[in-house]
């Protein structure tokens, strides 16, 4: 008997779309959004932001300047 059939195929593809539409459910409920009375988005959302762009821009700097780290200095030696 093999693992690999049409049965177990239709199961997996099944709990995959559903997986899928449990956590972007999920994933929409956790992101704070704008509040409603003063049209502003919450503090966290920005703060959370602004996390990000600087977690991107610190990677990126590092990972730009790493290629010189590399070589050794000929004069070194």
């Known amino acids: 008997m093999s693992i690999i059939n049409r049965r177990n195929a239709v199961a997996g593809w099944l709990a995959l779309t559903v997986g899928k539409r449990v956590v972007k459910r999920k994933a929409r409920a956790a992101v ?5 009375e003063t049209r502003k988005p919450n503090r966290s959302a920005i703060v959370l932001g602004l996390a990000g ?7 990126w700097r590092k990972r730009s300047g790493a290629s010189g780290l590399d070589e050794q200095d000929p004069a070194a030696d």
């Open 32 to 36: 704070p959004a704008v509040d409603p």
């Open 53 to 59: 762009v600087f977690g991107a821009l610190a990677f």
